[in-house]
């Protein structure tokens, strides 16, 4: 069947005549969906969008679309043929398909399901739909396999869906719905999905429909007693085939089978468009929903710059749906005199929707006041409504997929979800909260007499808000001013390799946009540092992840790659145009409007060296496998120009502090994975766990280490390990944290001989203060007591310049936690710079300049050595250099802003 052209191929009186004996208690037009439309109504004049309509949900929202005022069935998206793979490595390590990926695969896609939010039915109900048949898409190109399954006849089909158990059983995460649905082969009837003791799909002989035909499905569930007096379901499936001729099929389930929600199914090139859905609910009451048209708005921390006495801040605005502009309003007030309508906009932007942009708006605005001196407030309008609250939280609303009220916290808003956004005021002491590995789709954690437990699971797989109830309850009482999203943000693919732009943004949005996080990130500065698994790939790194982008035929679509290196690019740093082909450059540093203070984000993955260790094999050395050793001293780990900016940075900045992120784990104590690399070595060289942490690249680590050690005040933090854990490498005197999971689990194993005082597994002494693992509560490897909560955690971070002697405090808190809890881990590190670094060779004395200036020290010659900040009164306390020998004189020049000052020194 090739389809036509669709313009004219929809029989309006011949729709109306079908339908109109197709009544039922409610109908719903089936394009913007928000009220009852009878069924005998063609809905018209409906605008066409992308966007399935607020009253749906699913997984898979690419599979839909508007068009010519109806609900439609989407077929073709930008990266469309992804495959479920993980790096190439995976087959090595896990010695799949005998070690080597192969190229060929089938990018068929299973079903795709949109669910009515309303309607979770039970008892004895009735659901139909009429469908328009525009014929199958034509999606063929050049290399296209006649064997693959889309092409088969019978694998295209449209049709009812019930019996979910959330509103995300789609693709294949189908556990419980069934589908009643009409295959292009000419057979109608039930099909389930295949699994170990499932009732066995249904089919009768059914009309093969030609593009043009309106058909109608319905199904009746009916309850009926055994003669034991147990009661079971009996469904009656019926197909109105062109013509009126009525094809029915019936079966009884288990009650359980029929209750749940109903929607559309889809699955092949089958095009199709839905005019009416209907449901007559028996004694089944709709569910209270709400929903939220602005995801997130969030602001990026990272890009706050002043600009000619104006502070300046970049935000990314999520929606759920069209629109064409969104406006910012900012006000040192949450309740700003005269209402938010009378305030200034702030900022403007278009709402863009585009290949690899599903209605997102990057919002530059300006500031009415320097973020130092005040906490400032926002409002969202979108087409001038203000959509900034959130209606999920109002009290009473069904928790119907899990994002409902119950799962997290969203602070002191009330019930009415009515809140305001909030940039924290940027002082001292900084309060960073380091979250990394937020994968929410397990059970719901919840207080039982016996203690925490995981609750769910099963049929009960769903996106959550949060992993457990009470999550971040207390995270108002910790005075966090930025939130640092770090590795493992938004898992593109954990779930599915999303095979459209719009199920791309829907797996962050079930990440970012729940009713906890979206309340975090408006609530605080953000910075966002994605890794492997946000760009829709396990362990993407190095050379490959360049080369999967540039060439088709490696075994993956390189648009699927492309695509989503686009979306994470324009989500963590709102830019507009995104090249899909170039790496890119993430590291920036972000230094506090009272210049004491830098964040810096790097990339130890993007910019490294190739995880091979096989060189010349084709050329004879291929015997020995390891030549290319993972200590080479040329592997890089940052690449040249990041580990040159790095290194400028740390030689120049004067700020007393300076944290870094995004190095994932210089400190090789972590174990690779064993189990299936079938070895005993801690540290395999070619297994992909332990390639995966930047240790692995130990030249590369090693070079870092030396950097950072080679001045005071600089720390390292890092997430995608799935453990919190703090250390201090004692001869460089470099503090590196780990943190996370907050909703993910699978913590990586520690090496043997992990203790407090111990070597990791390339001899680097380390004294560890705490750990909070799955399995250990502490670094002498104690299990958890009995009843406490899963190890779920965030890092609680306060840097304070403003002592003689600044100071550190790290502590690794469990989600559930308020302050005044004991640290999780064992322990936690209150420390002051002057504990940090190599042992200074010499310092330089204490001298007067000018006051709260940055101070730049420099060699005679010009080299730079490192820089630092002058107090108040203009006092330059005593600097350790570390590195510089006693008796050297050295520049020292101080700059304030506006007027510079420059002394020579002489070392002591």
Same mark, same amino acid.
């Given at each position: 069947?090739?389809?036509?052209?669709?313009?004219?191929?929809?029989?309006?009186?011949?729709?109306?005549?079908?339908?109109?004996?197709?009544?039922?208690?409610?109908?719903?037009?089936?394009?913007?969906?928000?009220?009852?439309?009878?069924?005998?109504?063609?809905?018209?004049?409906?605008?066409?969008?992308?966007?399935?309509?607020?009253?749906?949900?699913?997984?898979?929202?690419?599979?839909?679309?508007?068009?010519?005022?109806?609900?439609?069935?989407?077929?073709? +998206?930008?990266?469309?043929?992804?495959?479920?793979?993980?790096?190439?490595?995976?087959?090595?390590?896990?010695?799949? *398909?005998?070690?080597?990926?192969?190229?060929?695969?089938?990018?068929?896609?299973?079903?795709?399901?949109?669910?009515?939010?309303?309607?979770?039915?039970?008892?004895?109900?009735?659901?139909?739909?009429?469908?328009?048949?525009?014929? *199958?898409?034509?999606?063929?190109?050049?290399?296209?396999?006649?064997?693959?399954?889309?092409?088969?006849?019978?694998?295209?089909?449209?049709?009812?869906?019930?019996?979910?158990?959330?509103?995300?059983?789609?693709?294949?995460?189908?556990?419980?719905?069934?589908?009643?649905?009409?295959?292009?082969?000419?057979?109608?009837?039930?099909?389930?999905?295949?699994?170990?003791?499932?009732?066995?799909?249904?089919?009768?002989?059914?009309?093969?429909?030609?593009?043009?035909?309106?058909?109608?499905?319905?199904?009746?569930?009916?309850?009926?007693?055994?003669?034991?007096?147990?009661?079971?379901?009996?469904?009656?499936?019926?197909?109105?085939?062109?013509?009126?001729?009525?094809?029915?099929?019936?079966?009884?389930?288990?009650?359980?089978?029929?209750?749940?929600?109903?929607?559309?199914?889809?699955?092949?090139?089958?095009?199709?468009?839905?005019?009416?859905? +209907?449901?007559?609910?028996?004694?089944?009451?709709? !569910?209270?929903?709400?929903?939220?048209?602005?995801?997130?708005?969030?602001?990026?921390?990272?890009?706050?710059?002043?600009?000619?006495?104006?502070?300046?801040?970049?935000?990314?605005?999520?929606?759920?749906?069209?629109?064409?502009?969104?406006?910012?309003?900012?006000?040192?007030?949450?309740?700003?005199?005269?209402?938010?309508?009378?305030?200034?906009?702030?900022?403007?932007?278009?709402?863009?929707?585009?290949?690899?942009?599903?209605?997102?708006?990057?919002?530059?605005?300006?500031?009415?006041? *320097?973020?130092?001196?005040?906490?400032?407030?926002?409002?969202?309008?979108?087409?001038?409504?203000?959509?900034?609250?959130?209606?999920?939280?109002?009290?009473?609303?069904?928790?119907?997929?899990?994002?409902?009220?119950?799962?997290?916290?969203?602070?002191?808003?009330?019930?009415?979800?009515?809140?305001?956004?909030?940039?924290?005021?940027?002082?001292?002491?900084?309060?960073?909260?380091?979250?990394?590995?937020?994968?929410?789709?397990?059970?719901?954690?919840?207080?039982?007499?016996?203690?925490?437990?995981?609750?769910?699971?099963?049929?009960?797989?769903?996106?959550?808000?949060?992993?457990?109830?009470?999550?971040?309850?207390?995270?108002?009482?910790?005075?966090?001013?930025?939130?640092?999203?770090?590795?493992?943000?938004?898992?593109?693919?954990?779930? !599915?390799?999303?095979?459209?732009?719009?199920?791309?943004?829907?797996?962050?949005?079930?990440?970012?946009?729940?009713?906890?996080?979206?309340?975090?990130?408006?609530?605080?500065?953000?910075?966002?540092?994605?890794?492997?698994?946000?760009?829709?790939?396990?362990?993407?790194?190095?050379?490959?992840?360049?080369?999967?982008?540039?060439?088709?035929?490696?075994?993956?679509?390189?648009?699927?790659?492309?695509?989503?290196?686009?979306?994470?690019?324009? !989500?963590?740093?709102?830019?507009?145009?995104?090249?899909?082909?170039?790496?890119?450059?993430?590291?920036?540093?972000?230094?506090?409007?009272?210049?004491?203070?830098?964040?810096?984000?790097?990339?130890?993955?993007?910019?490294?060296?190739?995880?091979?260790?096989?060189?010349?094999?084709?050329?004879?050395?291929?015997?020995?496998?390891?030549?290319?050793?993972?200590?080479?001293?040329?592997?890089?780990?940052?690449?040249?120009?990041?580990?040159?900016?790095?290194?400028?940075?740390?030689?120049?900045?004067?700020?007393?502090?300076?944290?870094?992120?995004?190095?994932?784990?210089?400190?090789?104590?972590?174990?690779?994975?064993?189990?299936?690399?079938?070895?005993?070595?801690?540290?395999?060289?070619?297994?992909?766990?332990?390639?995966?942490?930047?240790?692995?690249?130990?030249?590369?680590?090693?070079?870092?280490?030396?950097?950072?050690?080679?001045?005071?005040?600089?720390?390292?933090?890092?997430?995608?390990?799935?453990?919190?854990?703090?250390?201090? +490498?004692?001869?460089?005197?470099?503090?590196?944290?780990?943190?996370?999971?907050?909703?993910?689990?699978?913590?990586?194993?520690?090496?043997?001989?992990?203790?407090?005082?111990?070597?990791?597994?390339?001899?680097?002494?380390?004294?560890?203060?705490?750990?909070?693992?799955?399995?250990?509560?502490?670094?002498?490897?104690?299990?958890?007591?009995?009843?406490?909560?899963?190890?779920? *955690?965030?890092?609680?971070?306060?840097?304070?310049?403003?002592?003689?002697?600044?100071?550190?405090?790290?502590?690794?808190?469990?989600?559930?936690?308020?302050?005044?809890?004991?640290?999780?881990?064992?322990?936690?590190?209150?420390?002051?710079?002057?504990?940090?670094?190599?042992?200074?060779?010499?310092?330089?004395?204490?001298?007067?300049?000018?006051?709260?200036?940055?101070?730049?020290?420099?060699?005679?010659?010009?080299?730079?050595?490192?820089?630092?900040?002058?107090?108040?009164?203009?006092?330059?306390?005593?600097?350790?250099?570390?590195?510089?020998?006693?008796?050297?004189?050295?520049?020292?020049?101080?700059?304030?802003?506006?007027?510079?000052?420059?002394?020579?020194?002489?070392?002591?």
């Amino acid at each position: 069947m090739t389809k036509k052209n669709d313009t004219n191929d929809f029989d309006r009186r011949k729709f109306i005549q079908l339908s109109g004996g197709a009544m039922a208690a409610a109908s719903v037009g089936c394009s913007a969906l928000t009220a009852p439309v009878a069924a005998q109504t063609v809905p018209t004049a409906i605008p066409d969008s992308l966007y399935h309509g607020s009253g749906w949900e699913t997984f898979n929202p690419g599979f839909w679309q508007v068009k010519n005022g109806l609900l439609r069935r989407r077929i073709k +998206n930008y990266g469309d043929r992804a495959r479920k793979t993980g790096f190439p490595y995976h087959y090595e390590t896990h010695q799949r *398909n005998g070690g080597s990926m192969p190229m060929d695969y089938d990018p068929s896609l299973p079903p795709g399901v949109l669910y009515r939010k309303e309607w979770k039915l039970a008892g004895e109900w009735s659901i139909s739909a009429q469908f328009v048949y525009h014929g *199958n898409e034509d999606v063929r190109r050049d290399g296209d396999s006649d064997s693959w399954q889309m092409f088969q006849p019978g694998y295209g089909m449209m049709g009812l869906a019930f019996g979910s158990k959330n509103l995300f059983e789609s693709y294949d995460k189908v556990r419980n719905a069934t589908f009643v649905t009409w295959r292009d082969d000419g057979k109608f009837g039930f099909l389930r999905k295949s699994a170990k003791g499932a009732r066995p799909s249904k089919w009768v002989d059914a009309p093969v429909l030609k593009a043009g035909d309106i058909v109608e499905v319905s199904l009746t569930a009916e309850r009926r007693e055994k003669n034991t007096g147990e009661t079971y379901t009996k469904l009656t499936a019926k197909f109105v085939a062109p013509g009126g001729q009525v094809i029915s099929i019936s079966e009884s389930v288990g009650n359980r089978s029929a209750e749940g929600y109903v929607g559309i199914v889809g699955r092949g090139l089958a095009d199709f468009s839905v005019p009416s859905f +209907n449901v007559d609910p028996g004694s089944n009451q709709p !569910l209270r929903i709400a929903d939220v048209d602005c995801y997130n708005c969030y602001p990026l921390g990272d890009t706050l710059k002043e600009e000619q006495g104006e502070w300046k801040v970049r935000f990314v605005g999520l929606f759920a749906s069209d629109g064409e502009r969104v406006e910012l309003r900012i006000a040192d007030s949450p309740n700003p005199k005269g209402g938010w309508q009378q305030v200034k906009v702030a900022g403007v932007a278009d709402i863009v929707n585009h290949e690899w942009r599903r209605n997102t708006a990057t919002i530059d605005v300006v500031l009415p006041a *320097n973020p130092a001196s005040k906490t400032l407030f926002y409002t969202v309008w979108k087409d001038g409504q203000d959509v900034t609250s959130d209606p999920r939280i109002t009290g009473g609303v069904d928790d119907r997929a899990g994002t409902g009220p119950g799962t997290g916290y969203v602070g002191d808003v009330p019930e009415s979800g009515k809140y305001v956004g909030r940039l924290p005021q940027l002082q001292a002491p900084y309060k960073v909260c380091g979250l990394s590995c937020h994968a929410l789709t397990s059970g719901l954690q919840q207080r039982t007499e016996q203690g925490w437990k995981i609750l769910g699971g099963g049929d009960q797989w769903q996106f959550r808000d949060q992993p457990t109830v009470e999550a971040y309850k207390h995270l108002d009482d910790y005075g966090f001013q930025v939130m640092c999203w770090e590795d493992d943000v938004w898992y593109m693919e954990l779930v !599915l390799y999303p095979p459209s732009t719009d199920d791309a943004y829907k797996t962050v949005i079930a990440s970012i946009g729940g009713p906890t996080t979206r309340w975090q990130m408006m609530r605080h500065w953000n910075v966002i540092n994605p890794g492997d698994h946000d760009y829709g790939m396990d362990d993407v790194k190095g050379p490959e992840q360049i080369v999967i982008r540039l060439k088709d035929g490696l075994g993956q679509d390189r648009d699927y790659m492309r695509r989503n290196f686009q979306i994470v690019q324009h !989500l963590i740093t709102g830019d507009e145009d995104v090249d899909p082909l170039v790496n890119p450059k993430k590291w920036r540093a972000w230094k506090m409007p009272n210049r004491d203070f830098t964040f810096v984000i790097l990339d130890s993955r993007l910019w490294r060296s190739s995880q091979d260790t096989a060189i010349w094999d084709d050329e004879g050395w291929g015997h020995q496998r390891e030549l290319y050793d993972r200590a080479d001293p040329t592997r890089s780990l940052l690449g040249e120009e990041q580990f040159g900016w790095l290194q400028q940075l740390i030689k120049t900045d004067a700020s007393r502090l300076i944290c870094l992120t995004g190095i994932n784990g210089m400190h090789t104590v972590w174990a690779g994975g064993k189990a299936y690399s079938k070895t005993d070595d801690d540290f395999p060289q070619r297994d992909r766990v332990a390639a995966d942490y930047a240790g692995w690249v130990a030249a590369g680590a090693d070079r870092v280490l030396e950097l950072i050690g080679s001045r005071d005040g600089v720390i390292s933090v890092y997430g995608d390990v799935h453990n919190g854990c703090i250390m201090k +490498n004692k001869d460089h005197g470099v503090i590196e944290c780990s943190f996370g999971p907050i909703g993910r689990s699978g913590g990586r194993a520690v090496i043997r001989g992990f203790g407090r005082e111990m070597q990791d597994y390339d001899d680097r002494p380390l004294e560890v203060t705490a750990l909070y693992h799955k399995t250990h509560a502490d670094p002498e490897l104690n299990t958890h007591a009995p009843g406490a909560p899963f190890y779920w *955690n965030f890092l609680e971070m306060a840097f304070d310049p403003r002592q003689l002697d600044p100071t550190i405090d790290l502590r690794i808190r469990n989600l559930v936690d308020p302050p005044n809890e004991q640290p999780r881990g064992g322990g936690f590190l209150k420390t002051a710079v002057s504990e940090t670094g190599r042992t200074p060779s010499s310092y330089l004395p204490e001298i007067k300049t000018l006051p709260n200036a940055d101070i730049r020290i420099v060699s005679t010659e010009g080299q730079p050595i490192r820089g630092t900040r002058s107090d108040a009164d203009g006092r330059l306390t005593k600097t350790a250099l570390v590195g510089i020998s006693q008796g050297i004189d050295v520049i020292v020049t101080a700059y304030d802003g506006q007027s510079s000052q420059s002394e020579v020194a002489t070392t002591v």
